[in-house]
């Protein structure tokens, strides 16, 4: 059996821990805690706190969602 890629948001996780030197669940944490927000302030905050590119912080809210069921 092949190994198969990381597809979808979760591939861009290993690019953002290197560029933003924090770990996904340090980044999913700081989503969680701003629940009940809607996805696109997620995004903003991520962007506008944290100075993360638009891809990467779509990424992880995207993932954060789906993991907790949210979207």
Same mark, same amino acid.
């Given at each position: @059996?092949?190994? &198969?890629?990381? #597809?979808?948001? *979760?591939? %861009?996780?290993?690019?953002?821990?290197?560029? %933003? +030197? &924090? $770990?996904?669940?340090?980044? #999913?944490? #700081?989503?969680?805690?701003?629940y009940?927000?809607?996805? @696109?302030? $997620?995004?903003?905050? $991520? #962007? /506008?706190e944290? &100075? @993360? +590119? !638009? +891809? !990467? *912080?779509? *990424?992880?809210?995207?993932?954060? =969602? *789906?993991? /907790?069921? =949210?979207?």
């Open positions: @059996m092949t190994d &198969q890629p990381t #597809k979808g948001p *979760a591939s %861009y996780f290993p690019s953002i821990e290197k560029k %933003y +030197g &924090q $770990l996904i669940s340090a980044w #999913k944490d #700081k989503v969680r805690a701003r009940p927000a809607k996805p @696109m302030e $997620l995004v903003a905050m $991520l #962007k /506008d944290h &100075q @993360m +590119g !638009h +891809g !990467h *912080a779509n *990424a992880i809210v995207a993932h954060t =969602l *789906a993991e /907790d069921g =949210l979207k």
